[in-house]
């Protein structure tokens, strides 16, 4: 995985390299919680997917710049 690191951030962008390791580390995260509920509690519990869907839509909405049009049809402008 160093190495991989390595390959692409001097080969190609250093931010592509790090966006990987970042969707790496939050994928390991999000499969550690579900495999806490359902791998050794036993729990089915679908929320925490949708908590996990939540953050994501909350991420893209906040990295996206808003649209004039946006804001006038909501009734702001």
Known sequence: MVLLFLFVGFLQ????SFSILNMCII???MSMGI???WGYAGIFNVGIMGFTALGGLAAVL???APIA???SAGGLG
């Open 69 to 71: 049009e946006a804001w």
């Open 35 to 37: 495999n806490m509920q």
């Open 62 to 64: 906040v990295s996206h």
């Open 13 to 16: 962008s250093w931010s592509i």
């Open 27 to 29: 994928s390991a995260i």
